[in-house]
């Protein structure tokens, strides 16, 4: 089972940015399609951005052509570019399969908080 480590979350004033990390175990990675999902507080977790094996991508509609979404395969790492953040992308925000595969595991995801 592949397991995911994300990195790279903090607290920004608006319009700041981040870039997250998201390490992922195992060497079936390259043969998946990626993504980077958040959970607001009181909020169910959604799906943010993805990135297929070949490298199409796909963004909810708030943070499209502002975040970015990239993956190295040889080094089983994906990147989540933020820029122009705004206070409602404050969450935690995970890595995980895209589509999401049953029973994958979800890890302790990185808190960014974005507020003046």
């Known amino acids: 089972q592949v397991q995911f480590v994300e990195s790279g979350g903090g607290s920004v004033q608006p319009g700041g940015s981040l870039r997250l990390s998201c390490a992922a175990s195992?060497?079936?990675?390259?043969?998946?399609?990626m993504g980077w999902y958040r959970q607001a507080p009181g909020e169910p977790r959604e799906f943010v951005a993805g990135i297929r094996v070949g490298g199409n991508t796909n963004y909810v509609v708030s943070v499209k052509d502002r975040f970015t979404i990239s993956r190295d395969n040889a080094k089983n790492t994906m990147y989540l570019q933020m820029n122009t953040l705004k206070p409602e992308d404050t969450a935690v925000y995970y890595c995980n399969h895209w589509p999401l595969v049953r029973g994958s595991a979800w890890g302790q995801g990185t808190q960014v908080t974005v507020s003046s």
């Open positions: 195992g060497r079936i990675f390259s043969i998946f399609g």
